[in-house]
């Protein structure tokens, strides 16, 4: 049976071979564990792994996860990367270290808001759309600096980069041209900000892409963890 812990130090090995083949050192990609779904159990052997970056995608579970674990897993880092709708804003400013999926001012407002002064800045991602999917979350290409500027004002947020989904089940071509325009907004926004640093981007089926095209940070789950079956959400 291949374990959490294989699969996890198979993904690093696909993390550091994509790096070597664009000339990118591998410890310039992290990996983020996304463990959606999946119990506490899976994510302390993850833990012993030596992995400590987690990534969550909803309120409820990412706020029972986050009240289960922090006390004995202290230095794990918290990362909110689902949709997150305003009012729900305080679990994520309260609990986790990280939001990539900032989409709006208010959202920004809100956390900058309701982050408790005893912590450190909460880290952030812009969400940008990148695909041609009208239904796809995140901002406009040419609305990332107008947001860029509001998050940058804003004492308890860290404006860290951009986070992004990609079109699923394209072909290589537009898949390729997705990820070379982000990598150009990115490269925009390092440019603007110097202590932007996170590119944020790549899953289980397009990491060596998203390595290829900057990806500072790659969201892997199902390749650690297995599929995820939702039935029973
Ligand atoms: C679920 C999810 C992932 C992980 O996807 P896999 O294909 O399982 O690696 C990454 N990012 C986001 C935003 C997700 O929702």
Known sequence: MTTITDRLAIAQ?????????????????????VSKTKPNNQIIEAYHAGQRRFGENYVQEGESKVNALSEDYPDIEWHFIGPLQSNKTKVVATLFDWMHTVEREKIAQRLNEQRPDSMPPINVCIQVNISQEASKSGVAANEILALADKIAQMPNLTLRGLMAIPSADVDEQTATDEMAALQALYNQLAQRFDYVDTLSVGMSND???????????????????GERDYSKA
């Open 13 to 33: 090995s696909r993390i550091a071979q994509a790096a070597q083949n664009s000339s990118r050192r591998a410890e310039d990609v992290q990996l983020l564990a």
């Open 207 to 225: 990491l060596e892409l998203a390595v290829a095209h900057g990806s500072t940070m790659v969201r892997i789950g199902s390749a650690i963890f």
